[in-house]
T-cell receptor, first 111, second 115 residues
Framework: SQQGEEDPQALSIQEGENATMNCSYK?????LQWYRQNSGRGLVHLIL?????REKHSGRLRVTLDTSKKSSSLLITASRAADTASYFC???????????FGQGTTLQVKP | KAGVTQTPRYLIKTRGQQVTLSCSPI?????VSWYQQTPGQGLQFLFE???????NKGNFPGRFSGRQFSNSRSEMNVSTLELGDSALYLC??????????????FGPGTRLTVT
């Protein structure tokens, strides 16, 4: 079963707009990671946020983590057509000993 | 550094056959994890190897097995293939420790089709 559930499942926006994706999880975690996958290819690591962190930035990416609500969000600012991809959250936990992925959000950025 | 490589990239097999997939991690990475990705089940963890030892295993039948060599290269094997084994198989390596703690670097995947 999946640990993370992402919302929305699909998102379509215009270039230049911001895109926000949410991830909820069920058990305690050591960290939460976000990955991007272009159609049928391997995943690319975007950002890792540890359980004792609340917010992290990387370029146009901003990730927040609320461990009390067991949720995280990924914000992509000033989106570009090249951001079109599927985005996955993944939780790492000492309890489970594995990295568990959510079902992903498919983002389409229209030029 | 070269990225994670997986061979072959595409594979077509028939039911009942077996298959071996190969993964070469980024140089210096000792942890290798395998995932199965299907449209219905999404990304599911298969197993993780660290220094030639299986550290964690997902909920897959015994037909799925793997190993890691002393140079950190890893192979996974699926015996008695079923139609439902058709999937993209992804390998990922981590720079330190295990994948649950650090970011993972993924290969391009092997697309397996079982007919």
């Amino acid at each position: 079963s999946q640990q993370g559930e992402e919302d929305p499942q699909a998102l379509s926006i215009q270039e230049g707009e911001n895109a926000t994706m949410n991830c909820s999880y069920k058990t305690s975690i050591n960290n939460l990671q976000w990955y991007r996958q272009n159609s049928g290819r391997g995943l690319v690591h975007l950002i890792l946020i540890r359980s004792n962190e609340r917010e992290k930035h990387s370029g146009r990416l901003r990730v927040t983590l609320d461990t009390s609500k067991k949720s995280s969000s990924l914000l992509i600012t000033a989106s570009r057509a090249a951001d079109t991809a599927s985005y996955f959250c993944a939780t790492g936990s000492s309890n489970t000993g594995k990295l568990i992925f959510g079902q992903g959000t498919t983002l389409q950025v229209k030029p | 550094k070269a990225g994670v490589t997986q061979t072959p990239r595409y594979l077509i097999k028939t039911r009942g056959q077996q298959v071996t997939l190969s993964c070469s991690p980024i140089s210096g990475h000792r942890s290798v994890s395998w995932y199965q990705q299907t449209p219905g089940q999404g990304l599911q963890f298969l197993f993780e190897y660290f220094s030639e030892t299986q550290r964690n295993k997902g909920n897959f039948p015994g037909r799925f097995s793997g190993r890691q060599f002393s140079n950190s290269r890893s192979e996974m094997n699926v015996s008695t293939l079923e139609l439902g084994d058709s999937a993209l198989y992804l390998c990922a390596s981590s720079p330190q420790g295990t994948g649950r703690t650090y970011e993972q670097y993924f290969g391009p995947g092997t697309r397996l089709t079982v007919t």
